[in-house]
């Protein structure tokens, strides 16, 4: 399968009844996660499917796909503030067709990198991410949602792989095809390695993996004691990392320091009689 078609397969998948649902706890958690940072330049790198910028409010703002085909957004409902209006954000992203690892961008430029499911589908995650890290400035965040295969979903997709084998390939996934499940225990690792340091992680989706809205609307009780009885066990997390730069110093202010000169103690002038004094005091 060419990578091509399996962006086409995951983009079918979110259709259906179990694609809406991890797509809508997405869409919540991207609108949170990103709605309070801060700058100018934003880009979100994968699934058109998804705006992930929409509660953002920076000026300039690109979503990057690496397929020529561009899907049609999924209606999802609105983000809204605390009085139920909808979020005022800025202009719509720019569409740009690119390479997770091969980013139109200088070094050091964007303040906040959006990737939903973007590691997964890459052909080199670990360079995807370390492409990420270069575009990124000192302070910027990346917000990262992948797959756990720590989960009732991963398991099942282990054990719909086990049973291709098995039935030459007369058997269908739960999820699609292609795409491998990144850890979110080795995600953090690999972001340390790249020098950002971990902000935020949540987990979401505990519902079994059933293909039905019927059952998935049965096992709704799932998610509201989940995130208390088996966090880490949720379908999808969501990480927020912020790139450090290390030994940061200010030169100009330290020259400038350097560079005053030290000023030696001003002579006090004395008149005859506080000199006599003086002598006499010494005497």
């Not at 979100?44 to 953002?56: A, T, V, W």
Request: aromatic letters at 8%; charged letters at 25%.
């Amino acid at each position: 399968m060419t990578q091509i078609e399996s962006i086409i397969e995951l983009g079918l998948w979110l259709t259906t009844p179990p694609g809406r649902y991890l797509l809508a706890w997405e869409q919540e958690r991207l609108d949170q996660a990103v709605t309070d940072i801060f700058g100018f330049h934003a880009l979100q790198l994968g699934l058109p499917e998804i705006d992930g910028l929409r509660s953002n409010r920076m000026p300039h703002r690109w979503i990057a796909s690496d397929s020529l085909t561009w899907p049609d957004a999924i209606d999802m409902p609105p983000s809204l503030d605390e009085y139920g209006e909808p979020l005022s954000i800025g202009p719509a992203p720019v569409a740009l067709h690119c390479e997770p690892d091969a980013l139109p961008f200088g070094d050091q430029v964007l303040d906040l990198v959006v990737m939903p499911h973007t590691l997964e589908m890459a052909a080199d995650p670990h360079r995807a991410l370390a492409e990420v890290a270069r575009v990124l400035r000192p302070e910027g965040k990346v917000v990262i949602v992948g797959l756990n295969p720590a989960s009732l979903w991963g398991a099942r997709q282990r054990l719909g792989h086990a049973r291709l084998k098995l039935a030459g390939g007369q058997r269908s996934l739960f999820l699609p095809r292609a795409g491998e499940f990144i850890g979110y225990w080795r995600l953090r690792d690999w972001l340390r390695l790249l020098g950002f340091e971990i902000e935020a992680g949540r987990f979401g989706c505990w519902r079994p993996p059933m293909a039905s809205q019927r059952w998935l609307d049965r096992f709704g009780w799932m998610d509201r004691i989940g995130a208390h009885w088996w966090p880490v066990f949720g379908a999808v997390y969501c990480v927020v990392a912020v790139k450090r730069v290390r030994g940061m110093r200010l030169i100009g202010l330290a020259r400038s320091e350097r560079g005053v000169p030290k000023t030696a103690p001003a002579p006090v002038a004395l008149n005859r009689h506080q000199i006599h004094r003086e002598r006499e005091g010494n005497q």
